[in-house]
């Protein structure tokens, strides 16, 4: 049977549950989703002191976890900007994967298949400008980004205002085609998951929803993993 293990490093159990729904849709058939949320640090993560807390929070819901159930397939957290996800890669023994990490290089090889391409990055809150950037170089995949958009309102505030957000967001994917060379756009946040689809049709590039991108990668983590760990059939 094949688990995935989805941490909320935000302690918002609505994010949590919107995330859950999401991963629901995209399961393969008979997978378990056990998801969690982060026992304490930010109710929206907006702030490098918020990352540095999140990053301690990843591990110890893991343990929690463990403390009860066996050890997932693989594990996703949810949150754009990845953090906690390389200590847990450290220690878990299983895949682990973040969403600003798969994003990005999903992005990134859409960039790679055109002459000068690029991408770029759209997200809600200021502070994730330079942290994402920063990511970005950690990955090695600073190269084709062309920079980060951010619009003033946090993740969680685009999230209490869908109408607004959308006429948000859009404005700042077109910020981000004024860069140039831009070939895809990461909308990211993990409460951005119902605002990048509606988008697509009024931007003339790919546009990669951070949770649904980081979700279709967990899911083919766990199940690569889950048949390598079978029984083989007599």
């Known amino acids: 049977m094949t688990t995935l293990l989805l941490i909320n490093p935000n302690t918002s159990a609505a994010v949590t549950d919107l995330l859950a729904r999401h991963a629901r849709a995209l399961a393969p058939a008979g997978a378990v989703l ?16 918020a990352v540095a807390l999140a990053t301690q929070a990843v591990p110890a819901a893991w343990a929690a976890h463990l403390a009860g159930h066996a050890a997932p397939d693989a594990v996703l957290v949810a949150c754009f900007g990845d953090p906690g996800v390389q200590a847990l890669r450290n220690t878990a023994g299983v895949p682990v994967l973040g969403l600003a990490e798969v994003a990005m290089r999903e992005a990134d090889a859409l960039a790679a298949a055109h002459p000068a391409g690029r991408y770029a990055i759209v997200t809600g809150g200021a502070a994730w400008g330079p942290m994402l950037e920063e990511l970005a170089v950690q990955l090695g995949l600073a190269q084709r980004l062309a920079g980060v958009v951010t619009v003033e309102r946090t993740g969680a505030e685009l999230l209490a205002d869908p109408v607004a957000a959308q006429a948000l967001l859009l404005g ?9 060379g831009v070939r895809a756009i990461v909308i990211g946040g993990a409460a951005l998951a119902d605002l990048a689809a509606p988008l697509a049709a009024q931007v003339p590039v790919p546009l990669i929803d951070n949770v649904r991108a980081g979700l279709r990668a967990a899911w083919h983590a766990a199940c690569k993993a889950s048949a390598h760990h079978s029984p083989e059939t007599p």
């Open 172 to 180: 700042a994917c077109q910020q981000a085609l004024v860069l140039g």
């Open 34 to 49: 056990h998801a969690v949320t982060a026992s304490f640090g930010a109710p929206y993560i907006a702030s490098a002191d």
